[in-house]
């Protein structure tokens, strides 16, 4: 398949619009994996672009994969060995830590007053436990409110309405509620799930490895419709003005009906698609295996500009006043103006999802360090 012609399935939905990005909130400004409940992983944070200056460095002593949540006045990260910090964004200092025991492979989400995280028992991260774990603490103390076995999870939990959503590697997606985590409900998909659940008018949109996309209704779990025949989906997906974009294991970026479950489009690339996309005025940006990282045109798929880098790119992008960050397997975090893909910095760290915004800075993920960044 040609990585300049999409192919298109259906009539396309009305023009994408180009509203720009939600501004950060100084109380929650980077609340969950992908900035928003939709996964979008672009804000508009005047000011906050290239050059920087270092204020601080953390340093996990494990490998960070995923990208921290900020608010309630603290920087939360999760680490590969299962440990998870809450930082003081002035120093980096470490204001409280937990050891799971278990493996942390996803990002915490904030809501409520509370931090929602899940973790994986596996060997990796030579845990002796087999179950997965959802917990809620008190974000400003670490203490434990509530906590739940569910199955191992590397998918990144959602608040939303008093309610947390969360994803399983034994096949199910799950509703809690979040004061209590009392159970709401579950819907078994059939196949391991990893990626994380995205909600956008009242759906929850996932995918699981058995190459299914689903649509669920928020409120009781019930399959709103279900499409099949795709590769495995790790990608977790952006949903925007009625589209739902995702990557797949089968080399191929997918646009959706987010109504429907009509497939708009597919673009082929020659690699995986672990990326989860970042969608920013009418563009979808997306990295493959095969070395390069794309800007796609959410109304049709059509190429915009790529950019080659000769490293696999897996983690997900993002976009902080109109500067697009992602990183690759190199080890190298590039930063490209989002519009035109023309390089603006690059840095010799990095491999999965690199940047995330709040209280004014930039903070930079490598391998095993967080870097805590202001304009010069």
Request: net charge positive.
């Amino acid at each position: 398949m040609s990585t300049d012609a999409p192919t298109t399935t259906e009539p396309a939905p009305p023009p994408v619009t180009t509203a720009p990005p939600p501004v950060v909130s100084s109380a929650l400004p980077w609340p969950t994996y992908g900035a928003d409940n939709a996964r979008l992983r672009s804000v508009t944070v005047p000011g906050l672009r290239p050059p920087f200056r270092r204020l601080w460095t953390f340093h996990g002593h494990a490998l960070l994969e995923f990208p921290p949540s900020v608010g309630y006045g603290l920087v939360f990260e999760e680490a590969f060995d299962g440990r998870l910090y809450a930082l003081d964004p002035a120093t980096g200092r470490i204001r409280w830590r937990y050891n799971a025991h278990r493996c942390g492979w996803s990002s915490p989400a904030l809501g409520d007053n509370l931090l929602f995280a899940t973790f994986i028992a596996h060997p990796s991260c030579k845990s002796p436990l087999r179950s997965g774990e959802l917990l809620a603490f008190a974000p400003r103390t670490g203490r434990i409110v509530w906590r739940r076995r569910i199955g191992p999870s590397e998918s990144s939990p959602l608040f939303a309405n008093g309610v947390v959503y969360v994803a399983s590697q034994d096949g199910c997606v799950s509703a809690f509620v979040a004061r209590s985590g009392r159970p709401r409900w579950s819907l078994d998909t059939g196949a391991p799930v990893k990626a994380s659940p995205t909600l956008a008018g009242g759906r929850i949109f996932i995918g699981n490895y058995a190459g299914e996309f689903l649509a669920l209704d928020a409120r009781s779990g019930r399959v709103v419709w279900r499409q099949g025949g795709f590769g495995s989906f790790y990608s977790t997906a952006s949903v925007s003005d009625g589209r739902v974009f995702v990557g797949s294991l089968d080399d191929t970026v997918y646009a959706f009906s987010a109504a429907s479950g009509a497939l708009l489009w597919r673009f082929g690339t020659r690699g995986y698609v672990y990326d989860s996309p970042a969608v920013w005025r009418g563009l979808v940006l997306i990295g493959s295996y095969d070395g390069t990282f794309y800007a796609l045109r959410a109304a049709g798929g059509e190429v915009a500009w790529r950019y080659p880098v000769g490293a696999a790119v897996s983690g997900a992008a993002s976009v902080v006043d109109g500067v697009l960050y992602f990183s690759s397997f190199a080890h190298r975090t590039y930063a490209l103006a989002a519009g035109s893909g023309k390089l603006v910095r690059t840095w010799p760290d990095g491999e999965y999802s690199p940047a995330v915004a709040g209280f004014g800075k930039l903070y930079l993920v490598g391998l095993g360090k967080l870097y805590a960044l202001a304009p010069r």
